[in-house]
Structure formats: C-alpha cells, structure tokens
C-alpha cells in the first residue's frame, strides 16, 4: 500500500523556524516529483512547493518565496519542508502529496503548523 | 492575479446528477490547464477524484466523471449519494510550475 505520512508540525512564534518531513513507504519514491500543499483553518487548499524526482527542478508559490525551501533524501525516501521567517498567515495543515500528470493523486494524512505568539 | 473560481456550493437530490464547475476569473479553461478534481471530508486529507481532465483515479467510481463544458472544467456526479456530501476542489496547472486551486464547493446531498 501506498502511504505518505507527514510530521514536523507543531506550535511556533512568529518568525520562527520548523522543518516538516514526509515519509514514503510502498512507491518507488525516487521516481516521482513531489508537492507540499497546504490549507488554513476553515479554508481551501493551497499549492506551496514542488520538486522534481531528481531535485532538479523546485517551484514555490509566491507568499513563501525565500522563506520556505523544499528538499527530498531519496535514500531515506523522505520529503522535506524547511520552513524560516514563519508568519500567522502561515498556520494550516500541511499535506504532502505525490505528482501525477501535473496533478496530484497521493496525499499523506497533514500535518498541523500553527504560527502564534 | 489569476482566480480560480468554483460555486461555494450546491445541493442535489439522493440519485440525482450534479455538475460542478471550475473556471477562470479571465480566460477559458482547456485541457491544457489539466485540470484535477479531489474530494475532501472534514478533518480528513483529500481524495484524488479526476485528473487531466477526465481521467479518474484507482478506485473512483465511474459515476464521477470529468469534462471541459464551455470555458470550463466540470466534474460531474451521476447518482448522487448521502456519503458524496462533501466540499470539491478543482486545482488547474498554470504553467511555470505554478498550480492554483479554486475556492471550493460544499456539495449538500438532501
């Protein structure tokens, strides 16, 4: 089966730091391009950030832009969200999600980052 | 700033059919923006219904179906039923490697 499972969220001042991972069991994980897509409480989805199968190619959505930086380990078949210079604006829960002809059609369950002081 | 726009919602009949629409605050929306369609339930993650338009995911029922209608994405519900209600993201690639989602639509099965 399957499965992406994501962790790393937690509570966090404003422009503070959190590093989010996503673990990938039952896929060839080196073999896909990955995306981080978020959504803040009582709204709709959001794209963050993609990256290639090889790292090759990174895309982030505007707001986060110099902020946020996405990577993978291959090896350990694990992606990666390095969050800086967080903002309230930032709160949400936080899915990782598998790209399939530039969709998205794996997601892991979310993990819940909350910006607050 | 390119909107994606959605109903915020819509309510259908048990058995009924159900349209929903994905569009653009300018422009038409094609098959080239491959459109995606995913369901999502309160507290849980999303589900991927259809993506490339028309092409269901592993294990959707093909009472789901994806279109273009006019200068819109669709996804359409045939048979609508109580376990459906939920809210109904589209998500269109915009190029660049830039994805936008729309606002979403409450589905009520009443």
């Known amino acids: 089966e399957v499965q992406l499972v994501a962790s790393g969220g937690g509570l966090v001042q404003p422009g503070g730091s959190l590093r989010l991972s996503c673990a990938a069991s039952?896929?060839?994980?080196?073999?896909?391009?990955m995306n981080w897509v978020r959504q803040a409480p009582g709204k709709g989805l959001e794209w963050v950030s993609y990256?290639?199968?090889?790292?090759?190619?990174?895309y982030y959505v505007d707001s986060v832009k110099g902020r946020f930086t996405i990577s993978r380990d291959n090896a350990k078949n694990s992606l990666y969200l390095q969050m800086n210079s967080l903002r309230t604006e930032d709160t949400a829960v936080y899915y990782c999600?598998?790209?399939?002809?530039?969709?998205?059609?794996?997601w892991g369950q979310g993990t819940m980052v909350t910006v607050s002081s | 700033q390119t909107v994606v726009t959605q109903e915020p919602s819509f309510s259908v009949s048990p058995g009924g059919t159900v349209t929903l629409t994905c569009g653009l605050s300018?422009?038409?929306?094609?098959?080239?923006?491959?459109p995606s369609w995913y369901q999502q339930t309160p507290g849980q993650a999303p589900r991927t219904l259809i993506y490339?338009?028309?092409t269901r995911s592993s294990g959707v029922p093909d009472r789901f179906s994806g279109s273009i209608l006019g200068n819109k994405a669709a996804l359409t519900i045939t048979g609508a039923q109580a376990d459906d209600e939920s809210d109904y993201y589209c998500?269109?690639?915009?190029?660049?490697?830039?994805?936008?989602f729309g606002g979403g639509t409450k589905l009520t099965v009443l």
């Open positions: 990256i290639s199968s090889s790292s090759d190619i990174i």
């Open positions: 999600a598998k790209t399939t002809v530039l969709a998205f059609d794996i």
């Open positions: 300018s422009g038409s929306v094609s098959s080239s923006y491959y």
């Open positions: 998500v269109l690639y915009m190029g660049s490697g830039i994805w936008v």
């Open positions: 490339s338009t028309n």
């Open positions: 039952g896929l060839t994980f080196s073999s896909y391009n």
